[in-house]
């Protein structure tokens, strides 16, 4: 029996730490981790090989003995379940990330690809310089605004303020998924869409950017940082014309909150830029699962599952280390926040609770008005309840997990 692989199925070696070669497959837009053996199957069908004569070249050229059961086991799981033959179709569901939610498209592919003149700002010196100069301003930025100060003067935001913030967050957003797109067309690959949606309770915007898979590791690496490389300038530049021309303060929020979601990117235990940038320049495919089995491992004595090279861990470890210095700096300012807006809703709510306001006080611009100047104080109380669940769901099934392990 002879099978014939649809001519667009792609497959190539996949550049990584692991010790064994592995290789990913490509089509229609899906991509596939396989092992040696899978890649040799490939090349016997795409040869014209019969399937019966597989086994024995197998056993032949390269040493390997499988069963027929394995082969058809292979072929059946691998090609014919994914749709790679002629004649078969897809039959299985393409794999979506659980925390991502309500996805719509911002820009269709074709518009995406009109930005392909900025993958100039990619080419080494360029991105060196600038890379190194956006850095020490995000850094300077940070220490700068993002303090005690800048957070209780937040708590005085007003409604029409909030939705400037919101707008330009969404605009740098989208600079910032251009960026990732532009690293692609600079490596020679075809970008996909942008869009928007929801990754647990936070509104993200994502550029598909499927094909990063066919470059080498320092290649994606660079599609991974492509995003904070652009946002970053974009952010400089705002907050220049702002010093030198306009002096506003909602830009200066618009910044500081930029800058905020921009740095959460680097957050290696959700799926954002930081833990793909981790993921491809360690070669560790299963990052997630690596970080916690290690961790894990050290905290309850557990023999870990996954055994990495020393000097790996070793950088996870310090990668891990600042993100938490980031992540205290952020904590603390929120907590403080946090207090001042509970301290101020607390007190309203007393004063409702007393009957210091009567139903002939309550008009439609009272209320407007009342909404408008606390807005933030009731969005930090709201977000504080949403997140403190999320995380209290979280620490539960970690432990349940655990309990079952
Ligand atoms: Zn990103």
């Known amino acids: 029996m002879v099978l014939t692989i649809k001519p667009d199925v792609t497959i190539q070696e996949f550049d990584s730490s692991d010790a064994a070669f592995s290789y990913?497959?490509?089509?229609?837009?899906?991509?596939?981790?396989?092992?040696?053996?899978?890649?040799?199957?490939?090349?016997?069908?795409?040869?014209?090989?019969?399937?019966?004569?597989i086994p024995e070249k197998l056993e032949q050229e390269n040493n390997i003995v499988i069963s027929d059961e394995k082969l058809q086991f292979i072929i059946n799981e691998v090609f014919v379940k994914n749709g790679l033959l002629v004649g078969t179709e897809v039959q299985t569901e393409k794999r979506k990330d659980k925390g991502m939610w309500l996805r719509i498209t911002v820009l269709p592919q074709k518009a995406v690809e009109k930005f392909a003149f900025m993958k100039a700002m990619f080419a080494k010196r360029i991105f060196a310089v600038c890379g190194i100069a956006t850095a020490l301003f995000i850094?300077?930025?940070?220490?700068?605004?993002?303090?005690?100060?800048?957070?209780?003067?937040?708590t005085h935001a007003q409604l029409n303020e909030w939705v400037q913030v919101l707008l330009f967050m969404m605009i740098s957003s989208i600079v910032h998924e251009l960026g990732h797109a532009s690293a692609l067309m600079y490596g020679g690959e075809s970008p996909g869409r942008v869009?928007?949606?929801?990754?647990?309770?936070?509104?993200?915007?994502?550029?598909d950017v499927h094909n990063g898979w066919k470059l080498p590791r320092g290649k994606r690496v660079v599609v991974d940082l492509g995003?904070?490389?652009?946002?970053?300038?974009?952010?400089?530049?705002?907050?220049?014309?702002?010093?030198?021309?306009?002096?506003t303060v909602v830009i200066e929020y618009c910044v500081v909150f930029s800058c905020i979601q921009m740095i959460g990117n680097f957050?290696?235990?959700?799926?954002?830029?930081?833990?793909w940038i981790l993921s491809d320049s360690l070669g560790i495919s299963n990052l997630y699962d690596t970080i916690w089995d290690i961790t894990a491992g050290k905290l309850f004595r557990r023999t870990p599952s996954h055994q990495i090279p020393f000097r790996i861990a070793l950088i996870l470890y310090v990668y891990i280390a600042l993100v938490l210095v980031f992540i205290t700096h952020y904590s603390v300012n929120y907590f403080r926040l946090a207090a001042v807006s509970a301290k101020t809703a607390w007190g309203h709510l007393c004063i409702l609770a007393e009957g210091g306001i009567s139903a002939s006080d309550i008009t439609a611009q009272s209320v407007f008005n009342?909404?408008?100047?606390?807005?933030?104080?009731?969005l930090v109380c709201i977000f504080t309840v949403i997140l403190s669940f999320r995380l209290i769901r979280i620490a539960f099934n970690k432990l349940r997990c655990k309990g079952a392990v």
């Open 267 to 275: 957050n290696p235990f959700l799926k954002m830029d930081g833990y």
């Open 24 to 53: 990913i497959i490509g089509y229609n837009e899906r991509h596939w981790k396989v092992n040696r053996i899978v890649y040799l199957i490939f090349g016997y069908i795409r040869n014209g090989s019969g399937v019966d004569s």
């Open 195 to 207: 869009g928007a949606g929801f990754y647990m309770i936070m509104p993200v915007f994502f550029a």
């Open 227 to 247: 995003g904070v490389y652009f946002q970053g300038m974009f952010l400089i530049l705002c907050w220049a014309v702002n010093e030198l021309f306009l002096h």
């Open 139 to 154: 850094l300077f930025f940070n220490f700068r605004y993002i303090n005690d100060r800048s957070m209780t003067a937040l």
């Open 370 to 378: 009342y909404v408008s100047e606390y807005f933030t104080v009731w």
